[in-house]
């Protein structure tokens, strides 16, 4: 099993900036996948950011040049730097952990950009 903690989400004003962090813990060994989906009020979940280890970093159109996925393996930890933040970013956001073929969720965490 893959314990999964996030971190950082919060109010912010648009313009602004925060940084999610996602720390996995557990059987970490063969992860080969981080990433952060979210999920707004009345839409389905969507991705935001999937980092593919030894690969590359993969982003929604919509966050493309203001999202930056970057990860510190000796902290088996992923973050997510989230800068010049819309409104329309607002959003549970959710980190997803992949092990061959096993998945794991977070349990969310709020993100508000106020206009």
């Known amino acids: 099993q893959v314990q999964v903690v996030e971190s950082g989400g919060g109010l912010v004003q648009a313009g602004g900036s925060l940084r999610l962090s996602c720390a996995a813990s557990g059987s970490i060994a063969a992860i080969n996948v981080m990433g952060w989906y979210r999920q707004a009020p009345g839409k389905q979940r969507e991705l935001v950011a999937l980092?593919?280890?030894?690969?590359?970093?993969n982003y929604a159109d919509s966050v493309k040049g203001r999202f930056t996925i970057s990860r510190d393996n000796a902290k088996n930890t992923v973050y997510l730097q989230m800068n010049s933040l819309k409104p329309e970013d607002t959003a549970v956001y959710y980190c997803?952990?992949?092990?061959?073929?096993?998945?794991?969720w977070g349990q969310g965490t709020q993100v508000t950009v106020s206009s």
């Open positions: 997803n952990i992949r092990q061959g073929p096993r998945e794991y």
């Open positions: 980092f593919t280890f030894g690969v590359s970093s």
